[in-house]
């Protein structure tokens, strides 16, 4: 599937940062390069964007859209949770502003085969968002029932927790989940019919998977307060949540 991404909150969040020309500016979530391509265009050939991204397939797609602006764009593949690292070696100095996307790239969510989404049935049951690491289908199938629960209830705030990670556990034990329509259908299952008429079942437990797989909630604090502490004077923070 070709690269498609949906910018959310464009201009909104890059008029925010008041790009300096000189200055040096983070996308840390390039994604398809929108935010990006809108920061270099209004940075001189002495400003500097590092843009970073833990997807290969996002950025590749992003270095092909920016290729004019490739003079004043670092590109960085790795995960935004080693921010400390990542600004250390490609902006010691400090930094004039920076932008993250909390949020799920619409490519990730529209591509079948990464298995991010509960509507394609045979889709590989993946959400991981670097194509690294444990997947999907690692925690479905290895997690306690008491694990489960936890993270389901937890990150997905399902009040049916403990029904959809018995259910789960049953399920396994005549054949381990390996795509995303397996465990949409187990999770449905598991809550009274007709709960959820206006939203998929499988939304909540869905999204507390992607979390607990891409380690969300515990990387984004530290990596905020990094980007806070690398704010040069009057330097602003963009976050989209």
Same mark, same amino acid.
Do not use: W
């Given at each position: 599937?070709?690269?498609?991404? #949906? #910018?959310?909150?464009?201009?909104?969040?890059?008029?925010?940062?008041?790009?300096?020309?000189?200055?040096?500016?983070?996308?840390?979530?390039? %994604? %398809?390069?929108? +935010?990006?391509?809108?920061?270099?265009?209004?940075? *001189?050939?002495?400003?500097?964007?590092?843009?970073?991204?833990?997807? &290969?397939?996002?950025?590749?797609?992003?270095?092909?859209?920016?290729?004019?602006?490739?003079?004043?764009? #670092?590109?960085?593949?790795?995960?935004?949770?080693?921010?400390?690292? $990542?600004?250390? @070696?490609?902006?010691?100095?400090? $930094?004039?502003?920076?932008?993250?996307?909390?949020?799920?790239?619409? +490519?990730?969510?529209?591509?079948?085969?990464? %298995?991010? @989404?509960? +509507?394609?049935?045979?889709?590989?049951?993946?959400?991981?968002? @670097?194509?690294?690491?444990?997947?999907?289908?690692?925690?479905?199938?290895?997690?306690?029932?008491?694990?489960?629960?936890?993270? $389901?209830?937890?990150?997905?705030?399902?009040?049916?927790?403990?029904? $959809?990670?018995?259910?789960?556990?049953?399920?396994?034990?005549?054949?381990?989940? @390996?795509?995303? %329509?397996?465990? /949409?259908? /187990?999770?449905?299952?598991?809550? &009274? *019919?007709?709960?959820?008429?206006?939203?998929?079942?499988?939304?909540?437990?869905?999204?507390?998977?992607?979390?607990?797989?891409?380690?969300?909630?515990?990387?984004? &604090?530290?990596?905020?307060?990094?980007?806070?502490?690398?704010?040069?004077?009057?330097?602003?923070?963009?976050?989209? #949540?």
């Amino acid at each position: 599937m070709a690269f498609s991404h #949906t #910018t959310v909150l464009l201009y909104e969040t890059c008029n925010a940062l008041s790009i300096k020309p000189n200055g040096v500016y983070v996308d840390c979530t390039l %994604g %398809g390069g929108g +935010h990006a391509e809108v920061i270099a265009s209004r940075l *001189g050939t002495r400003g500097r964007l590092i843009a970073i991204d833990c997807d &290969p397939q996002a950025m590749t797609a992003a270095r092909a859209r920016l290729i004019s602006y490739q003079d004043r764009i #670092t590109y960085v593949l790795d995960n935004f949770c080693n921010m400390a690292s $990542i600004l250390k @070696s490609y902006a010691p100095d400090g $930094i004039d502003g920076a932008i993250i996307d909390l949020g799920v790239s619409s +490519h990730q969510l529209d591509s079948p085969e990464r %298995g991010f @989404s509960y +509507h394609s049935a045979d889709a590989p049951l993946d959400m991981r968002m @670097s194509q690294v690491g444990k997947s999907a289908a690692d925690v479905v199938n290895t997690y306690s029932q008491s694990e489960l629960k936890r993270i $389901i209830s937890q990150y997905g705030e399902e009040r049916f927790a403990n029904r $959809i990670a018995k259910e789960i556990v049953q399920r396994r034990e005549t054949m381990l989940f @390996s795509t995303t %329509g397996q465990l /949409a259908d /187990a999770i449905k299952s598991a809550i &009274p *019919g007709g709960y959820y008429e206006d939203k998929h079942p499988a939304r909540r437990t869905f999204q507390a998977i992607r979390i607990e797989v891409n380690n969300e909630l515990d990387i984004i &604090p530290p990596t905020l307060m990094t980007l806070v502490e690398a704010l040069k004077i009057d330097g602003i923070l963009a976050v989209i #949540t």
